[in-house]
């Protein structure tokens, strides 16, 4: 039998489960036979929302089953069911609801069909009890307990021979009357969510995930020395941010350290603490004898892959009270997956932090990007990407774009068709490993290039801005958006491993919600 949905909805009777599953056992393979699981009733004549467990289509009819599970009493005109815990509760009659529910639904549906004649009825499913009582108000036939429970397809023959024995019953319907039936009572639909409503609801959860990862500030703030890694989107920089917060505080001098100016300007808009300094590497010292401060009382460094060489490690060792070896320290980093895009990452600056026993705080939980995101880039590039991800968003889009002598013709129906979906352009980020400049951007029109602005040192302290926002990739490590075009790659296999691998998982990680990839088709050189 096809049972429609294929999954039973969400229901409290374990009973109604259990028949769900025995109807589709029941008549297999023969899909002429319907069962409609949970159907609601907007007509019907003694209740404001009625519903029917069961309704059944087949060449036999129309029929409803009522499903009453649990133990079963009757006294004195009213019905009782006892659960497991053997409480009693007053019911509905079931006849009456099933035999209500039938005609709800054959007044919904006689002008409709108003010159077919389509056979009824109704039974009730008792599947926990031995039904052994004899009375003229109830035909047995109509009756399924839990011995006839055991075959319902037996139950069901009898159960529809005896129907068709009534006045006005003997006609069977077609197939093609059983579909339109179907389609009438339950017809099949989709509206689609538009893209603007995925992205804010996947932003939400987002949210959410990365307030689940504070628990590690607890463990973080209970030591000395840490060393914290993760893969991209598993909230390394909102975790540092959130730490240097909370240690400030405390009334300590805190310096947040970075390799990235632009990610310097973006937190430096986030957060505003006399006793907290956001630096690069390159302006620690001097940021240091602006604020008047000799030496720093807690150091975290983001993006700690990115000053994994010994002139950086020197630097922040002068800047930090007790140095690296006895001083309070917090680094996060991702030397797995994102080194070597600055400086070439060296495993001797890691040995020697390690040396100065640090506690190891792993971040698993990517509370950025969706699944389909996570899983791509597990496919395309073998790296890992944490578990969970802020749940089922739309699939990765991949073109391959000609750019060399047409317009950028996908790139440009792409961007107008997330812009057309509702999506606002401040959600919008362009990636190239290129320069603005030379990227491909020059082959949009002119209208579509006007809607785009190139972030900068100074935009950046505004960013997410109004407009679609484009960015080298490089720049924009550490940083986010809920859609990510990435544009001006040869395609995967055509890249050296050096030169992809470590600009496509930051590029492809950038993305909350959508991400885009567009191949470049390799220029021939004539």
Same mark, same amino acid.
């Given at each position: 039998m096809n049972v429609i949905p294929s999954h039973p909805y969400k229901t409290d009777s374990n009973a109604e489960y259990r028949l769900f599953k025995k109807l589709q056992e029941a008549f297999h393979p023969d899909n002429s036979y319907i069962a409609l699981h949970s159907l609601?009733?907007?007509?019907?004549?003694? =209740?404001? $929302?009625?519903?029917? %467990? #069961?309704?059944?289509?087949?060449?036999?009819?129309?029929?409803?089953?009522?499903?009453k599970g649990g133990g079963i009493s009757y006294r004195d005109g009213n019905w009782y069911t006892v659960n497991r815990s053997q409480q009693e509760f007053k019911i509905q009659d079931p006849f009456r609801q099933a035999e209500g529910a039938l005609h709800a639904l054959k007044d919904k549906i006689k002008d409709h069909f108003s010159s077919w004649s389509?056979?009824?009825?109704?039974?009730?499913?008792?599947?926990?009890?031995?039904?052994?009582?004899?009375?003229?108000?109830?035909?047995?036939q109509t009756i399924?307990?839990?011995?006839?429970?055991?075959?319902?397809?037996?139950?069901?023959?009898?159960?529809?021979?005896?129907?068709?024995?009534?006045?006005?019953?003997?006609?069977?319907?077609?197939?093609?009357?059983?579909?339109?039936? =179907?389609? $009438?009572?339950?017809? %099949? #639909?989709?509206?689609?969510?538009?893209?603007?409503?995925?992205i804010d609801r996947l932003s939400e959860q987002a949210v959410k995930l990365t307030k689940d990862q504070y628990k590690y500030l607890d463990i973080a703030t209970a030591n000395k020395r840490v060393l914290c890694s993760g893969g991209a989107g598993t909230g390394k920089t909102f975790l540092a941010l959130e730490l240097a917060r909370r240690l400030a505080k405390e009334d300590r001098s805190v310096v947040l350290v970075f390799k990235s100016s632009w990610l310097r300007y973006y937190l430096q808009s986030l957060i505003s603490n006399e006793y907290v300094t956001i630096s690069t590497i390159e302006s620690i010292a001097i940021d240091q004898k602006r604020a008047g401060i000799d030496l720093y009382d807690v150091l975290i460094v983001d993006e700690g892959q990115d000053l994994f060489d010994f002139d950086s490690i020197t630097l922040l060792e002068s800047s930090l009270k007790g140095g690296l070896k006895k001083g309070e320290w917090y680094i996060f980093h991702?030397?797995?997956?994102?080194?070597?895009?600055?400086?070439?990452?060296?495993?001797?600056?890691?040995?020697?932090?390690?040396?100065?026993?640090?506690?190891?705080?792993?971040?698993?939980?990517?509370?950025?990007?969706?699944?389909?995101?996570?899983?791509?880039?597990?496919?395309?590039?073998?790296?890992?990407?944490g578990n969970k991800g802020t749940g089922f968003g739309p699939e990765v889009d991949f073109f391959l774009e000609d750019f060399t002598d047409a317009p950028a013709t996908k790139l440009a129906a792409k961007l107008t068709e997330i812009i057309k979906s509702g999506v606002h352009s401040s959600s919008i980020t362009i990636l190239s490993p290129l320069p603005y400049k030379q990227s491909n951007l020059?082959?949009?029109s002119d209208k579509l290039k006007g809607q785009i602005v190139e972030l900068d040192d100074y935009s950046i302290r505004n960013f997410p801005i109004s407009n679609i926002s484009f960015s080298e990739i490089k720049n924009f490590k550490g940083l986010e958006n809920e859609v990510i075009l990435l544009i001006d790659f040869p395609k995967q296999e055509n890249a050296t491993p050096m030169e992809s691998k470590v600009l496509h998982y930051v590029a492809m990680t950038r993305a909350r919600s959508l991400l885009c990839v567009f191949w470049s088709v390799p220029k021939i050189e004539k």
């Open positions: 609601n009733l907007t007509h019907h004549k003694t =209740k404001r $929302f009625g519903e029917a %467990d #069961f309704v059944i289509l087949c060449q036999y009819g129309l029929f409803v089953l009522e499903v389509i056979p009824i009825g109704y039974g009730v499913i008792f599947p926990d009890v031995s039904w052994k009582v004899t009375s003229s108000e109830w035909a047995s399924c307990d839990s011995y006839k429970f055991r075959n319902i397809e037996s139950w069901l023959r009898n159960f529809f021979r005896y129907w068709q024995q009534k006045p006005y019953n003997q006609a069977k319907l077609t197939t093609e009357q059983i579909k339109q039936l =179907k389609a $009438f009572i339950r017809p %099949d #639909f989709e509206l689609v969510e538009p893209l603007h409503s995925r991702d030397v797995n997956n994102q080194a070597g895009l600055f400086i070439e990452t060296k495993a001797e600056v890691l040995e020697l932090l390690e040396s100065y026993k640090p506690i190891n705080i792993p971040l698993t939980t990517n509370c950025r990007n969706t699944k389909p995101i996570i899983e791509t880039i597990k496919d395309k590039l073998s790296l890992d990407m020059r082959n949009l």
